[in-house]
């Protein structure tokens, strides 16, 4: 129990050590890793962090997420005529790449379509800040996931050595994330692919590149071919609150949720089935969703429950959309 209690008492101390640190320590840190554990010269690194800055609306518009808002003030943000419309058009253009994406990948060309419409608008909105600046603001200045962000920081210096990015000129959202479908930096080294085979994995200015760089990272986060994604349910007496849950894993199964008062009309799922009860605060009341493992691996892509229903509520309009015109 001494041993323990003397290992915990490191652990503590170095945790507030960490978070104590200032953000000119935390930058030598990081300089050292670059250096050690990843081979770049030292001067480069603290040349190229010389040129960032520190954004404070970075910081502002990361603590206010659009994904703090209730369900009925998020998804009218996404679900528009005019996305829809645009989403109808850039399925239209690119139908053979959606089409051999969904054949390779097994993720339906509505998903693909919709994450790069509430993504960037189909290449409309691929953001305005510089990527170094937002890495290295979180990096060092947003206690909170400031470990993250050096990790993707770090992320981006190896990026762009390998795709041959002039990392300074790199733009973004405000947490770091690049071109057609937002990859950050990690996302893009291990799950970019060369779709349209030019030999340069492009997302930055390539939507054939990024329409199978989407597929590849659904197919890599355990996408089900043919699957439903999530029905709408109905609740009754209270023992179902008791599977409300703030975590997005899937911890229990159709039968516990049937036999503690949820209910699908019309839809038969097997009793062992993983599923997740899902609530959507509307004006008036809350509304209730049965989501399965392809709504999880919707939110592999952004942590969100709401991110992930808003995708997969847009999905189905492109859907029908492109039923109607075909």
Known sequence: MKVLQFGLLIVLSYSVSAISASPEVLQLQFIDTMV??????????????????KNTKILESIA????????HQYYPIFLTEKRLAKGLAFWQEHQHSLQR???????????????????????????????????????????????????????????????????????GSYAGAMGWGQFISS?????????????IRDLLNNPVDAIGSV???????????????????????SNYTDYLSKSLKFKHTWQQLESNGVMLNGTQLNAKQKVKLLKFKQPTKNEYWVGLPNFYTITRYNHSPLYAMAVFQFSEQLKLAMHNVN
Do not use: C
């Open 36 to 53: 050690k554990e990843h081979k770049f010269e030292r001067n480069y690194i603290e040349a190229t962090l010389a040129k960032s800055s």
């Open 64 to 71: 206010k997420p659009w994904e703090a808002k209730p369900w």
């Open 101 to 171: 994406a969904e054949q390779q990948t097994g993720v339906p060309a509505q998903i693909i379509v919709a994450i790069i419409g509430i993504e960037t608008f189909y290449g409309s909105y691929m953001g305005k800040y510089s990527v170094l600046d937002a890495l290295t603001t979180l990096g060092f200045y947003y206690p909170p996931r400031a470990t993250f962000f050096r990790s993707e920081l770090a992320q981006l210096f190896l990026l762009a050595q390998e795709e041959k990015f002039d990392i300074t000129q790199l733009k």
């Open 187 to 199: 996302s893009y080294r291990h799950y970019a692919v060369d779709f349209d085979g030019d030999g």
């Open 215 to 237: 597929a590849n990272y659904f197919k890599k986060h355990g996408w089900k071919k043919n699957q439903d994604i999530a029905f709408k349910a109905e609740v009754s007496g």
